[in-house]
């Protein structure tokens, strides 16, 4: 997996990705959409426990295009430290780089969200 100028991921055809979203200094409030031209096929990963702070989703990328959002939400408990989230995207082919952002509270009401699109080479 690789990242194009225009933030789409570059992958290949049966690739294997695995989302994972951490929340820090807040309750887990994250939603993430339907994968569009896709299916979500795991939502925890085997022999880990659960962690009501976490989230684990996998695909397989079986078309030539895939897409989904993640909307944050944030309710952190008083005097935390500043919430956040921690979004890592990884797939299982050789030589692939994993992704990391980091998704801070906004001053905004509105929550933030985020779109992942994934091409194949």
Known sequence: MTIKP???????TG??????VKASDTQYLA??????????????????PPDP???VRQF????????????FGFLPPPGA???????????NAPGGANFADDV???ASPLPPDRDYT???T
């Open 6 to 12: 225009n933030g789409d991921f570059l992958v290949n």
């Open 15 to 20: 690739e294997i990705i695995t989302v994972t």
């Open 31 to 48: 939603a993430f959409s339907d994968l569009s031209f896709g299916n979500w096929i795991l939502t925890s990963l085997p022999n880990v």
């Open 53 to 55: 702070l976490a989230e």
């Open 60 to 71: 397989v990328m079986t078309g030539t295009v895939s897409s989904f959002d993640i909307q």
């Open 81 to 91: 430290a500043p919430a956040s989230y921690h979004v890592t995207i990884a797939g």
């Open 104 to 106: 801070l509270n906004p």
């Open 118 to 120: 994934f091409v194949t």
